[in-house]
């Protein structure tokens, strides 16, 4: 079965620091990734994916993640953050077989202004 | 065009009785998700339907918790005789047929609170 693996699940940083968050997932085939966010208040929403072919995706707001298939890794990274960063960041994959899509028990990221 | 709409909001309920959260889809998708968060727990799969079709309800506890997705109307998440446990926030989310099938659009989601 599929499972997905985030390491931190409160990351504290300070304004203009970099950020780099953690995401592995288990399963042997092809997968789609994705990373959502939840700011305060609002919807998740999607941040960015990786379907197919180059793995260093961009997403909105300047986040970017990258896929290294050799470590079933799929880690979200901004080199600068912002205090309206602080949100709630979810890592996703689901096997191209399969529609079910599985979450992360997500990470809590506070920006210190 | 309206996101997907997720109502009530909030519920109460004590235990033993019935909730029923109602999901719409955002107009043109036919795949609805439906997902639990607790707290430190993320976002667990829950079951994921098309109309009139459950495709895949590997997530759902055996007994209590039904899912639809009738011809007409939204999708209904069905806890019956529900326990303190149930307390969390349920989320569901849609998506489209075809490319791009798998990017999910959100509700805000229905706080159930069991008393």
């Known amino acids: 079965a599929q499972s997905v693996s985030q390491h931190n699940h409160h990351v504290i940083l300070s304004e203009a620091a970099s950020l780099e968050l953690g995401c592995n997932y288990s399963y042997g085939g092809t997968v789609n990734l994705f990373w959502y966010v939840q700011y305060p208040g609002q919807h998740l929403q999607l941040l960015l994916k990786?379907?197919?072919?180059?793995?260093l995706v961009k997403g909105i707001k300047g986040f970017e993640a990258e896929f290294i298939k050799s470590k079933f890794s799929f880690n979200l990274r901004k080199p600068s953050v912002q205090w309206s960063d602080t949100a709630e960041y979810f890592c996703?994959?689901?096997?191209?077989?399969?529609?079910?899509?599985?979450f992360g028990k997500g990470t809590r990221l506070h920006i210190l202004p | 065009n309206a996101g997907v709409m997720q109502n009530p909001r909030h519920l109460v309920r004590r235990r033993g009785q019935e909730a029923r959260l109602r999901c719409s889809p955002m107009?043109?998708?036919?795949?609805v998700y439906w997902y639990r968060q607790l707290p430190e727990e993320g976002l667990k799969f829950m079951v994921y339907?098309?109309?009139?079709?459950?495709?895949?309800e590997s997530g759902m506890p055996k007994e209590r918790f039904s899912a639809e997705f009738p011809k007409e109307g939204p999708s209904i998440l069905r806890i019956q005789q529900v326990v303190r446990g149930d307390s969390a926030a349920y989320f569901c989310a849609s998506s489209p047929q075809g490319p791009g099938a798998n990017v999910l659009t959100f509700g805000a989601g229905s706080r159930l609170t069991v008393l």
């Open positions: 107009k043109g998708h036919s795949h």
């Open positions: 996703a994959v689901n096997a191209r077989r399969d529609d079910k899509i599985i």
């Open positions: 990786y379907f197919s072919g180059d793995p």
């Open positions: 339907l098309q109309k009139e079709n459950i495709i895949d």
